[in-house]
């Protein structure tokens, strides 16, 4: 953009626009060629802006704002390998469809390629990972422009919210003078009256009423249909009704918060590891929600019900999740209006097929409860959490093991927490950021379930509890290493597993929490754990709950729970 | 790639070839799908791996490495955001000129973009910053396709080393077993007799002895001919000889190895500041070797010559560092070859051009000296570094203020030590891994300088301390903030300028130190420095010390250095 005003100006009303489309919240990282960017979004009182130093943190922390706000979040940063640090949260908003509207600065093309300083080629920088991509150019602010900047600027939040959400990155390039002057002056173009945006975009996805019908008719012959509910947000929590009363389990990850009610099913993770149990009750009808969740045994299962078993898959964003192409039909409508149009015309199916699954679940609980009272365990800690934070809470789970123990071993609770997670590429980059993003922005207390290496690759995230002055209970599974991968068959090969897959760092946490202004307390009982989570969620200041634990004692103890989950049923 | 023994046959191959081809780190983190790469590279002996629990850091780490080496490095990761971690560094390798080999796990076709879990889009992540993108496919170990592997590792090698040197990545398709059996077997086709790689490739570049008549017939008509020298890996050191039996002053920055001999002047930054001496000195031939110094005096002096004086870059690399489009002609030969080719042709210049440069740098010098003595400050750090380490050793540099104060400064010695810096894109991420590669492939010690702001964006690098046993001194320059931006017309922003440009984080280093099991000293006094740079060099542990300084003063004193160099002369 040429020196002057102009820069400023255009940027003044393009920043007005994303708060005129609902933009709530902005991530900012020091630098200098931002700075024209940097001062619009800090200049705009509705807006709240997050300093992060890494940009990392910044793109994972935009990334659970944005998933926990239900509503998409600006980030910018500076030029070079700045931008490049977005890129692993640009990817997991892709994959799990989260809206992002990255903003980053960039030189203008005289400087580019010719040695001028922190200049990297940013024209698609996130390749197929953003949404739209847009070389924004320079311009002077004419009217004509501050329209097309306005249009502009719209466009970039529908098109992060439309159909499949994802990121949206527009690149500026930016000349100097990077400051404005004093009086940077009238709007060239103000925008619409009534604080409306230059451009609405929205109305009415497909009809979940006829989707509703269609699947009632479907139903019409199945006598065993199963529900099943992956990561959704907002979560699925109204589906429950809908599936209690047409009589159909519902398989719930937590990550659907559609595990509550009278029809859901906790345990499905370790009662499709009976075959008796999975095959004496093999639906029918399956009709899926949103992701699948992330459960091998129920994957595989969904995978060897025959390819006559008609799956139905719920996928408005257009997300294709089936890995074993064993889908039938994919409906584009809302999943819990379409389950509840179809009560209202489905037939009644036969209580005992979902009492089957009940007491099953039932009885999967009763054995988890048996075999975990008593010491602390990594299963022991998600099952706690589950039981015991406020509803009002919100749990956000690392990926690798703590979600897969969350899944495993959470129970049904009709006021569950809402539980997050970075599920899109599964990475374990970005966690604590993340869950700081949700923190942010969640009315209830937020509470962080997270491995040590997860925890060591993002320790910089730590940094917003000391800047951002943002509280988070973070609990903290230390088994010095990666624990997901003990229950692997590389586990078995000594020469490279402890040092190139493991990891083993020897990290004292405590001494992370001393540097980022964190609590820090270990925890070594169940006592303890309520405990200390009472005196986290009470307090102020951000607080690790460290509990220890042995990598082989935790596979030794899943492989326990699972002997002891089937043989119950 | 196929199950069963296949993927495994074919990666030792492969690896095989790479460590025939001069490859000797490799590094890794930790993950499942890698794990077939992983144990290809740890059980080749020729190689030294280096685990990393964070992408980002094990991928600066391998540009530190291959930057100090200078050979290159070859990096695994696991599926997904694990590969967008290494964006960063691949950037700031192609940018820089740095030869990696990135070998990224992938998830076969059948598994991608069905919601398979840890699976993006990997096929051209880097975009335009890799050199060379294959998509290596699945195969059979048929001695056929182990040939073509062999061939394609070294193709790889060879790629990221021809012309101008840079990243190549290839990404696996792997599928399970990720394990091979426990007798993998012979070798389907060994590779070359005596060692050899399956494919050499290189011979020599264009001729320095023809460019060096071809410059010596420029230089007949110049009186005024100066010699520009910038980063370069490996270091510049011949031209040092050259230019001074030619009579030419040599302008040379600490990280092109030539700010050594008798033609060498230091303080170019400073001096070019003056008006006078900038418009008496003004040269009529200027050469340029490697990439253009950071000085923006210097920068803005080249631009202004005049478009008649002629101005030579050597760029064998193909790098194109021109900002101002100053340059006549571009020369692919070596530097130093054609310079001495030229040396013994060139008409001999009057003594006196180059003793008014060395005579300004000398009172330049002076000056720095007086107004430096007495107190710590950043300049003084920088000048300390310069004049005390040791030669063998290495300094390791940041970007951002750093880097300046290296090359305004450090005074000419003979004996200086190397000089490195991340400066591809000059961004401040992963300076401290990179400086960790470069100390643990260097023979002497290793000093990293660097600010605050970079050392809280790459904390987690220091967990190459820990973990690869590695030494590394740290010399911390601690202002709170980022103190580069405190010259910049953003500072007179207040109400954006501290929280979100300046960044205070208000960290206690010492808790990073005892985090990591670093050593941690506050260093206040000249004195102080240099008992503790003499501990921190004995030390086997990785030492930070760290000098406390003010932002606001520090601007002043820069500015007090530039009014009493410019005084002096």
Chains 1, 2 share one sequence.
């Not at 919240?25 to 020091?30: F, G, L, R, V």
């Not at 990850?253 to 093999?282: E, Q």
């Not at 199916?349 to 975990?372: F, H, K, M, V």
């Not at 088994?479 to 083993?504: C, Q």
């Amino acid at each position: 953009m040429p020196a002057g005003p102009d820069t400023h100006l255009l940027l003044r009303a393009f920043v007005d626009e994303l708060a005129r489309c609902g933009v709530r919240e902005a991530c900012t990282s020091p630098g200098s060629r931002s700075t024209p960017i940097v001062l619009a979004l800090v200049r705009d009182d509705r807006l709240r802006c997050f300093s992060h130093i890494d940009e990392r943190c910044s793109g994972f922390f935009a990334v659970g704002a944005a998933k926990a706000a239900c509503r998409p979040v600006a980030i910018t940063c500076t030029s070079g390998t700045a931008a490049a640090n977005l890129a692993p949260a640009v990817i997991e908003a892709w994959q799990a469809r989260v809206p992002l509207v990255v903003l980053t600065a960039d030189r203008p093309p005289e400087l580019r390629e010719v040695g001028a300083g922190q200049t990297i080629d940013q024209i698609g920088l996130y390749g197929s990972a953003a949404k739209w991509f847009f070389e924004v150019g320079t311009h002077e602010a004419t009217p004509e422009r501050v329209r097309w900047m306005r249009m502009l600027a719209c466009r970039a939040v529908w098109t992060a919210l439309d159909g499949r959400r994802g990121p949206v990155h527009l690149n500026f390039a930016l000349r100097e003078p990077l400051v404005p002057p004093v009086e940077l002056g009238e709007d060239p173009l103000p925008g619409r009256s009534a604080g409306r945006p230059w451009l609405l975009r929205g109305g009415p996805g497909p009809d979940a009423a006829a989707a509703g019908r269609a699947l009632a008719v479907l139903a019409r012959d199945a006598h065993r249909p199963v529900v099943v509910a992956g990561r959704a947000e907002p979560g699925l929590d109204a589906i429950g009704a809908a599936c209690h009363s047409l009589g159909w389990p519902l398989l719930a990850d937590p990550l659907s918060g559609a595990r509550r009610g009278g029809a859901a099913v906790a345990h499905y993770d370790l009662l499709l590891r009976a075959p008796t149990f999975s095959a004496t009750n093999a639906p029918d009808l399956v009709v899926r929600c949103a992701d699948l969740p992330t459960s091998k045994p129920l994957r595989a299962w969904l995978e060897s019900l025959g390819d006559d078993v008609p799956q139905l898959a719920f996928d408005s964003q257009a997300a294709w999740q089936d890995p074993s192409a064993s889908v039938h039909a994919v409906l584009g409508s809302d999943a819990a209006a379409t389950l509840v149009a179809a009560a209202v015309r489905a037939p009644a199916t036969d209580p005992a097929w979902l009492s089957a699954w009940r007491d099953a679940d039932a009885r999967a609980a009763g054995a988890i409860d048996d075999l975990l009272a008593g010491e602390l365990s990594e299963p022991r800690v998600a099952r706690e959490l589950g039981a015991r934070m406020p509803a009002e809470a919100t749990l956000f789970v690392a990926s690798s093991m703590a979600v897969r123990d969350v899944e495993s071993f959470t129970a049904v609770r009709d006021d569950a927490p809402r539980v997050l997670c970075n599920r899109g590429a599964n990475g374990i980059d970005g966690t604590v950021s993340s869950a700081f993003g949700a923190a942010a922005v969640s009315s209830g207390p937020v509470v962080l379930l997270i491995g040590d290496v997860a925890l060591a690759h993002d320790v910089g995230g730590l940094l917003a509890a000391r800047r951002g002055g943002l509280s988070l209970t973070i609990v903290l599974l230390n088994n010095d290493g990666g624990g997901i991968f003990e229950f692997l068959p590389v586990a078995s090969e000594r020469d490279a597993f402890e040092e190139h897959i493991a990891t083993p760092h020897g990290l004292d946490f405590a001494h992370a929490a001393a540097l980022y202004g964190c609590e820090h307390e270990h925890v070594a009982s169940v006592e303890g754990l309520r405990d200390g989570l009472g005196r986290a969620l009470d307090s102020p200041a951000t607080t690790i709950l460290e509990v220890r634990t042995a990598r082989a004692a935790n596979v030794a103890l899943h492989r326990e729970l699972a002997a002891a989950a089937v043989a119950a049923i």
